[in-house]
C-alpha cells in the first residue's frame, strides 16, 4: 500500500499541522486588523481554544479521541468560513467585482450571466438550484463511504485535501474579495430567476447564510466539486463518472444562478488541480515527525 493511504500513526496528523498553520495565519490577520474588527477578542480566543482541544486531544487520549481527530476538519473549516464575513471587510476594506466583471466582460465581450437569461427556464432552474445547494453533502459524501467502509488511511487523506481546498480558497477571498455578479450586475438583469416549487426557499436559505461574504474567487464550488469527483475514483467507477457529471452541472450553476464570474470558475477549476498535484507531497512532509 501507497504510505499515503496508510491511517495516520499517534502524534500530530497532517490535518493538524494544517490546522495549526491556518490559526497561526487567522491570528495575524485578527491582530493586524483588531481596530476594525467586531469583538476581535472573542475571535481570537475561538482560535486558541480550537487550538487547545486539538492539541489536549492529540496529547491526552480518550475515548472520544478517534472520531474527533477524524472529523474535526469539517466543523474547524466551516467556523472559518463563517469568519471570512469579518476578516475579508476588516482586512482589505474594498472589493474587487468590477474587475472581475471586467474580466469576464473582456473575454466574453458580455456579462455571461445577463447573456444567459436568453436560456431562462423554471425547470433548469430548479435543477440547478438543487445542485448547486447540495454542494456540502456532494463533497462529504466520499470520505464518508470510505470511512463507511473502513478505509481510514484514504478518508485521512481525502480529508485533509478537502481541509486544505477549503483553507486554500478563504486565502483566495482575502487576496481577491468580491461578492459576485447577483450584487454587482443585479441592475442589468431583465427578471429575477424564477424556479418551480423549492427554488425561492433554497435560494433564500442559500442567501442568508452566504449574502455577507466575499466568497467569489475563486470559486469554491468549482475547486472542491472537483476534488470530490477525483476522489471518487476511491469508490467505484460508476460513481467517478456520476460526479464527473454533477462537476459540470455545478460549474454551470454558479454562473447560471448568477453566484459567479467566470474568470471565478477558472481560478477554481486551477487551484484544484494544482492541489490534486502538490497535495501528496505536502501530506507526506507533514505526515513526517510527531
Excluded at 453533502?137 to 485533509?160: C, D, H, M, N, T
Excluded at 474568470?263 to 487551484?271: E, N
Excluded at 488541480?273 to 507526506?284: H, Q, S, T
Aim: charged content about 15%; aromatic content about 16%; hydrophobic content about 50%.
Amino acid at each position: 500500500m501507497d504510505p499515503l493511504l496508510k491511517s495516520s500513526p499517534a502524534g500530530f496528523w497532517a490535518v493538524d499541522k494544517l490546522t495549526f498553520g491556518y490559526t497561526a495565519f487567522a491570528v495575524v490577520l485578527i491582530l493586524d486588523a483588531w481596530n476594525r474588527l467586531p469583538a476581535p477578542g472573542w475571535l481570537l480566543a475561538a482560535h486558541f481554544l480550537a487550538l487547545a482541544v486539538v492539541i489536549a486531544e492529540v496529547k491526552i487520549p480518550n475515548p472520544t479521541s478517534w472520531l474527533f481527530r477524524n472529523w474535526y476538519p469539517l466543523p474547524y473549516v466551516a467556523s472559518c468560513y463563517k469568519e471570512m464575513s469579518l476578516l475579508v471587510p476588516a482586512v482589505r476594506r474594498t472589493d474587487l467585482d468590477q474587475w472581475l466583471a471586467g474580466l469576464d466582460y473582456s473575454f466574453w465581450h458580455s456579462n455571461p450571466t445577463v447573456w444567459l437569461e436568453r436560456v431562462q427556464s423554471p425547470p433548469v432552474t430548479e435543477f440547478l438550484q438543487v445542485v448547486y445547494t447540495l454542494f456540502v453533502p456532494a463533497v462529504l459524501l466520499i470520505p464518508f463511504l470510505l470511512w463507511k467502509k473502513g478505509r481510514y488511511g484514504e478518508f485521512q487523506y481525502l480529508a485533509f485535501l478537502i481541509a486544505l481546498g477549503f483553507l486554500a480558497s478563504y486565502a483566495g477571498y482575502l487576496a481577491v474579495p468580491a461578492r459576485g455578479p447577483r450584487f454587482l450586475l443585479r441592475h442589468l438583469q431583465h427578471a429575477p430567476l424564477k424556479g418551480l416549487w423549492l427554488f425561492q426557499s433554497m435560494q433564500g436559505t442559500l442567501d442568508r447564510l452566504e449574502s455577507a461574504q466575499y466568497d467569489c474567487f475563486p470559486s469554491g464550488h468549482t475547486e472542491l466539486t472537483i476534488l470530490a469527483w477525483w476522489g471518487s475514483r476511491l469508490i467505484s467507477n460508476r460513481l467517478f463518472r456520476a460526479y464527473f457529471a454533477y462537476t459540470l452541472c455545478i460549474i454551470f450553476a454558479t454562473v447560471y444562478l448568477r453566484y459567479h464570474y467566470t474568470v471565478d470558475l477558472l481560478a477554481g477549476a486551477v487551484l484544484a488541480f494544482l492541489l490534486i498535484r502538490f497535495a501528496p507531497v505536502l501530506y507526506r512532509r507533514l505526515s513526517k515527525g510527531v
